[in-house]
Nanobody, 125 residues
Framework: QVQLVESGGGLVQAGGSLRLSCVAS????????MGWFRQAPGKEREFVAA?????????YYSDSVKGRFTISRDNAKNTVYLQMNNLKPEDTAVYYC?????????????????WGQGTQVTVSS
């Protein structure tokens, strides 16, 4: 089992920045990929970004956040980050951290094995 705990959400004005953190615990050695998803009210869970957990850092982004968001990892702290810059009202959602134990289609939430409880991000116009 892998436990994931997100933090760093909050209320920010459009154009502002936030950094989300996700701390992993448990059987983290079995993790291959870490991802961030978001879900707005009435909408499906949407892929945001992903990063390989060990070895070479491969990163993946949705088109809607590319150039504004940056995913990174600190293996010593068992933590993955999502730096969000130039935030827009349409970025408002609950943001979830997820972990996968193998090579998967990174954009599909059902392919991930473990999920955090989510952290709310609200961007005001």
């Amino acid at each position: 089992q892998v436990q994931l705990v997100e933090s760093g959400g909050g209320l920010v004005q459009a154009g502002g920045s936030l950094r989300l953190s996700c701390v992993a615990s448990g059987r983290t050695f079995s993790t291959y990929l870490m991802g961030w998803f978001r879900q707005a009210p009435g909408k499906e869970r949407e892929f945001v970004a992903a990063i390989t957990w060990t070895g070479t850092r491969y990163t993946y982004y949705s088109d809607s956040v590319k150039g504004r968001f940056t995913i990174s990892r600190d293996n010593a702290k068992n933590t993955v980050y999502l730096q969000m810059n130039n935030l827009k009202p349409e970025d408002t959602a609950v943001y979830y951290c997820a972990a996968a134990g193998g090579i998967i289609q990174v954009t599909i939430p059902q392919r991930y094995d473990y999920w955090g409880q989510g952290t709310q991000v609200t961007v005001s116009s």
